[in-house]
């Protein structure tokens, strides 16, 4: 199983050496066969890694290019020397927020695998678009931009579901995932509201792989309680 912490636009690098050091504590003596990876800001990228024991880091996303002019942007080569060995492509907050598109999530993914970092892509359907019935053919556009590459990794995030406490049903999970493997022979993750009380159902479900966690994931102890829930 994969357990992936996307901490979004939260923690200083001091918080985020705190977080390692119990995290680590927990984990010590843990006899895991599960793929641990956080996210953190571009500028704990490197303390973290240097920290973490066990656990692998990942940039929670990358521009295409590997150098010039791109004010404000971050290679794939950059997060790599930081520590990253995963990266997370299209999350659904870059896609509203700062206009990523499926055209931009391609270049991305195919400069991830170039530079040998994992992308994790992020791809799921807005409450209007799951209301009219639209689902299915959501998921497929967006999947038709993705790479059928071995090494990618697929996060289906209902858009409604993120940071609303609400997290999709297990038949909703289900048959999203069951598609997506239709298409595509990748592990296929599940995100949005994920926490301790649901992760146990949530991973059991056929098709599910791991868990893409967002605010549970903020704090250690919970985010170690979703990794013990999985069977
Ligand atoms: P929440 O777990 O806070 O709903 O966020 C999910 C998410 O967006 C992970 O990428």
Request: aromatic fraction near 8%; charged fraction near 25%; hydrophobic fraction near 40%.
């Amino acid at each position: 199983m994969f357990f992936m912490a996307n901490w979004k636009m939260n923690k200083t690098i001091g918080e985020s050496e705190s977080y390692a050091e119990r995290i680590n504590e927990l984990l010590e003596g843990e006899e895991t066969k599960h793929t641990i990876v956080i996210f953190p800001p571009f500028t704990a990228l490197r303390s973290l890694s240097e920290h973490l024991k066990g656990i692998s880091v990942g940039a929670q996303d990358i521009y295409y290019e590997e150098s010039g002019a791109f004010t404000g942007e971050i290679s794939p080569i950059m997060v790599r020397e930081a520590g990253a060995s995963y990266v997370i492509i299209g999350h659904s907050e870059r896609r509203r927020l700062f206009g990523e598109t499926n055209e931009s999530v391609q270049k991305k993914a195919l400069s991830a695998l170039k530079h040998g970092l994992t992308p994790v892509i992020c791809i799921g359907e807005s409450i209007g678009e799951r209301e009219a019935g639209r689902t299915i053919n959501i998921i497929k556009e967006q999947l038709g931009y993705i790479p059928k590459d071995k090494k990618v990794i697929i996060a289906y995030e209902p858009l409604w579901a993120i940071g609303t406490g609400r997290s999709a049903s297990s038949e909703e999970i289900e048959e999203v995932h069951r598609f997506i493997k239709g298409i595509i022979d990748a592990p296929v993750l599940y995100g949005g509201s994920v926490n301790s009380r649901n992760s146990g159902e949530i991973l059991g479900i056929e098709g599910v792989d791991g868990a893409l966690i967002g605010g549970a994931s903020l704090d250690a102890d919970e985010f170690f309680s979703i990794i013990k829930s999985a069977k």
